[in-house]
């Protein structure tokens, strides 16, 4: 916290259910540079630096149903957010009900797509069926593309 000149932070997350083998990594990383991650020592440790106070809000990113459903089974403390990408093309509508009936908020990243990351690409911005309800509307996908999300989304919101 002292690095970071804060007292606390809103939201602590762990950033990807996976774990690579100690040691400097290039990314993408090999398969075989995979092992097990142990959730429930992590876990622990984010509970901890909640009940310090160092963290407002502790929660996961990029979990699917089964890898919360583990981390509930043993958490005394829940997630409060799993942060997936989302956009028109992936909906993910499985994990946003589970997500739902468990209490956990959904937080969306990556609704145009991510075009510049290694696996990133352009379906949304590039999509037929956007650009043609974007040039009716005389708007742009990025701009059709937040209504949708809004719309989407709008039924999660609890």
């Not at 992590?42 to 106070?53: D, P």
């Not at 590039?126 to 701009?143: D, H, P, S, Y």
């Given at each position: 916290m002292q690095e970071l000149k804060l007292e606390y932070l809103d939201l602590y997350l762990i950033h990807f259910p996976i774990s690579l083998i100690p040691g400097e990594q290039d990314f993408p990383f090999e398969k075989d540079e995979l092992v097990h991650m142990d959730i429930k020592a992590?876990?622990?440790?984010?509970?901890?630096?909640?009940?310090?106070?160092l963290t407002k809000s502790i929660g996961v990113s990029n979990f699917s149903c089964e890898k919360l459903q583990t981390l509930l089974n043993m958490a005394k403390i829940p997630p409060a957010v799993n942060q997936v990408e989302m956009s028109p093309l992936w909906q993910q509508k499985k994990l946003i009900q589970f997500c739902k009936e468990k209490g956990?908020?959904?937080?969306?990243?990556?609704?145009?797509?991510?075009?510049?990351?290694?696996?990133?690409?352009?379906?949304?911005?590039?999509?037929?069926?956007?650009?043609?309800?974007?040039?009716?509307?005389?708007?742009?996908?990025?701009?059709?593309?937040?209504?949708?999300?809004?719309?989407?989304?709008?039924?999660?919101t609890f």
């Open positions: 992590v876990w622990e440790a984010m509970e901890e630096c909640q009940k310090r106070g956990v908020h959904i937080t969306a990243y990556s609704p145009l797509g991510a075009k510049g990351t290694l696996w990133g690409t352009n379906q949304v911005l590039e999509n037929q069926v956007l650009k043609e309800i974007a040039e009716a509307r005389g708007k742009t996908v990025a701009q059709v593309t937040y209504i949708l999300r809004k719309v989407l989304t709008y039924t999660v």
